[in-house]
């Protein structure tokens, strides 16, 4: 059974910045990529940075130069961080990974942001 451990979601300040990290557990044979989704409220679940097994990143326009995500894939985790947030940033936060030559999917339960004043 393979679950992805979220955490690091909060309420901050516009401009302040949050870590998050999701530790993957269970039998996972090849991870491809890891990354993180998000989705607002109304709005469809959208991209904000994926990561391959050999480091190659890719980011959301809208993330660029604010976020960083990174990986440790001897311990199976991805960490997102993320400054200068701002209030169109709120959204829950979804963990995922590709793993296998099928490159299944798996997704994490979600960690709320909520950038706010």
């Known amino acids: 059974q393979v679950q992805l451990l979220e955490s690091g979601g909060g309420l901050v300040q516009p401009g302040g910045s949050l870590r998050l990290s999701c530790a993957a557990s269970?039998?996972?044979?090849?991870?491809?990529?890891m990354g993180w989704y998000r989705q607002a409220p109304g709005k469809q679940r959208e991209l904000v940075a994926t990561?391959?097994?050999?480091?190659?990143?890719n980011y959301a326009d809208s993330v660029k130069g604010r976020f960083t995500i990174s990986s440790d894939n001897a311990k199976n985790t991805v960490l997102l961080q993320m400054n200068s947030l701002k209030p169109e940033d709120t959204a829950v936060y979804y963990c995922?990974?590709?793993?296998?030559?099928?490159?299944?999917?798996?997704w994490g339960q979600g960690t709320q942001v909520t950038v706010s004043s």
């Open positions: 995922n990974v590709l793993a296998g030559l099928a490159n299944r999917d798996y």
């Open positions: 990561i391959t097994s050999a480091g190659r990143t």
């Open positions: 269970g039998t996972i044979f090849g991870i491809n990529a």
